[in-house]
Structures are given as C-alpha cells and as structure tokens.
Nanobody
Framework: QVQLVESGGDSVQAGESLRLSCAASGSALMTYHMAWYQQAPGKQRELVAL???????NYADSVKGRFTIARDNAKNTMYLQMNSLKPEDTAVYYCNARHVARRQLVYWGQGTQVTVSS
C-alpha cells in the first residue's frame, strides 16, 4: 500500500511559478512510474506529465516547455515545477503511482488546488 500526499498548490497570478510535491509513504517509489494529472471543474482528469522508473519523461502538449516533472527516489518524493502559469492551468492536481510490474497496483493522492488568475 502506498500513500501519496500532494502539497504546494496555491492561488497565483498568470506568469508566476509553483512547485508541487508528492510525498510517498508505505513503499519505495523506485518501483513505480509516477505521474501528475489535472482535473479542472466540469472536466475529466487528464495526464499532465509522467516520469518512468528510469527517469524518462513525457508531457501534455499544453504544458511542454513550461512544466518539469522530477523524482527523488531517496526522498520518496516527486515534483512538478510549473512555470509561466496560465489561467487554463487552474485545476486540482493529483499525484499518481503505478507499479512497474504489478499493473493492478495504482495509487492516487488526494489532490492539491492550483488557481491561476489573469
């Protein structure tokens, strides 16, 4: 069992930056692919960025060049650096962990709110 706790969400102005953190407990993250999802009001949850156990990354087109995902396995923590924020980035951001081999092991955090004002 993995517990994921997000932090770092806030209300900011367009153009500003935020760094989200996802702290894990209960199991080592090194055996999990990790990802950030966003869910805006009235919309489905969408993938923002992912980082594999080997460190490979992938981003949604809407955040390429602005967001950076990273992981620190020693600290059992994942990060999302969000720069040049836009009002359309406003959403609840969720941390996700998926075991590299046991695909049925998928965990979610409770979410952290990011609000960007123009």
């Amino acid at each position: 069992q993995v517990q994921l706790v997000e932090s770092g969400g806030d209300s900011v102005q367009a153009g500003e930056s935020l760094r989200l953190s996802c702290a894990a407990s209960g199991s080592a993250l090194m055996t999990y692919h990790m990802a950030w999802y966003q869910q805006a009001p009235g919309k489905q949850r969408e993938l923002v960025a992912l980082i594999t156990v080997t460190g490979s990354t992938n981003y949604a087109d809407s955040v390429k060049g602005r967001f950076t995902i990273a992981r620190d396995n020693a600290k059992n923590t994942m990060y999302l650096q969000m720069n040049s924020l836009k009002p359309e980035d406003t959403a609840v951001y969720y941390c996700n962990a998926r075991h590299v081999a046991r695909r049925q092991l998928v965990y979610w955090g409770q979410g952290t709110q990011v609000t960007v004002s123009s």
